[in-house]
DNA sequence: ATCGTTGCAAAAGATTTGCAACTTC
DNA sequence: GAAGTTGCAAATCTTTTGCAACGAT
C-alpha cells in the first residue's frame, strides 16, 4: 500500500519521542500539520484549528511545534519580519528555500554538496551536533512585471 | 594612504544617499559600527552607545540601522530567537558564519562554492536580484565539555 | 523658517511562562 | 492518584509608531 503521507509520523508517540502522554491536542496539531503544504506560522495554524473546532489552545500550538521542531519532524524557518514559520517534512532530503521578497512565494530547492560543505567546516572547527538554515531570497518573475 | 576603514562609508550622507540631515547620533551610530567587528544585535548597540554616553536614543538606534540596511551598507541576520543582528560589511568578499548553539562564539568561515551555487539556482527559476542567508549552528569545543 | 530627525512613551506582535484545573496512564 | 498537559492571563522581548520638541540647512 502506497504511504501517502510520504512517510510522515503518524501518532504522536512516533513523532514526539520525548513525550510521554498521548493528547487529543498533539493528535489535532499533527493531523493539521499532515494537511497543510506549505509553512505556516503558528498562529495561523491555531486559526486553522479554530475554524476546525479542533480545541487547542495557542499554548499548545506553540508548545507542540517546538516539541516536534525538536524531533526533527518539522522545518521551521523564519520571515524577514521574525515570525516563525513550521511546515512538516515532506522529504527525507534535507532541502532550503528560495524565497520571493514580494509574494512569499516559496520554491523548494535541494543542496547536497551545500550540506556536506557546512558539516565539513563545523568539524572543521571541532563543532558538533551540527545544523543549519539556508535561505535564499530574490524577486520572483511574477514580481518582476 | 592606506584605508583602515576597509573601505567603509565615513559620512553620514555617504553611508545613507536616502537621507537629507546629518545628525551627530547617525554619526554615532556609524562610528560604533566601524569599531565592532561581529555582529551585534540593535539592543547591543543601544547600549554600548549608552556606555559611551553618546546621546542615542533606542528608536534611533533602530531608524538608522535600517537606513543601512536599506543603503546595503551593513549585513543583518537573525538569530534563531528571531532577534536581529547588524554589521558592517567589513569585506567584499561575502561570507558566512558558524556559530556555537551555547555561548554563541562565532567563526567566519567562506564558502565561494555556496554563493555560487544559490546564484544559479535562483536564475533557474527565474528569480533575480537574489541574496541568500546561510548560518551554520552547533556547539563549540569549549561548550561541549 | 522649514522640515527632517529625535526620543519618549505607548503600541504592536510574537512567543513564553506561572499556575490551577484537567487528562492520561 | 501521580504526573504529564492544557490554556488562560500575564509577562517578556524585540521592534514599530504617534507626536511634540528639537536641530540642521
Redesign the interface.
Known amino acids: 500500500m502506497p504511504d501517502i503521507t510520504g512517510g510522515w509520523a503518524d501518532t504522536v508517540k512516533q513523532a514526539m519521542p520525548n513525550v510521554t502522554r498521548n493528547t487529543r491536542q498533539r493528535a489535532e496539531v499533527l493531523a493539521l500539520l499532515r494537511e497543510v503544504e506549505d509553512f505556516h506560522s503558528a498562529q495561523q495554524l491555531h486559526q486553522m484549528l479554530l475554524a476546525r473546532k479542533a480545541g487547542v489552545g495557542l499554548t499548545t500550538v506553540y508548545r507542540t511545534l517546538q516539541l516536534l521542531v525538536d524531533a526533527g519532524e518539522i522545518d521551521s524557518t523564519?520571515l524577514?519580519g521574525?515570525?516563525?514559520l513550521f511546515r512538516r517534512c515532506s522529504q527525507s532530503k534535507h532541502h532550503h528555500h528560495?524565497v520571493?521578497?514580494d509574494c512569499g512565494r516559496t520554491?523548494e530547492?535541494a543542496?547536497p554538496?551545500?550540506e556536506r560543505?557546512?558539516g565539513q567546516?563545523?568539524a572543521q572547527?571541532?563543532?558538533?551536533?551540527?545544523?543549519?538554515?539556508?535561505?535564499?531570497?530574490?524577486?520572483?518573475?511574477e514580481c518582476?512585471r
Chains 1, 2 share one sequence.
Do not use: K, M, N, S
Open positions: 523564519r524577514p521574525g515570525e516563525q528560495l520571493c521578497r520554491v530547492v543542496g554538496a551545500v560543505w557546512a567546516v563545523a572547527h571541532g563543532f558538533v551536533d551540527v545544523g543549519h538554515t539556508l535561505e535564499i531570497f530574490g524577486t520572483c518573475p518582476v
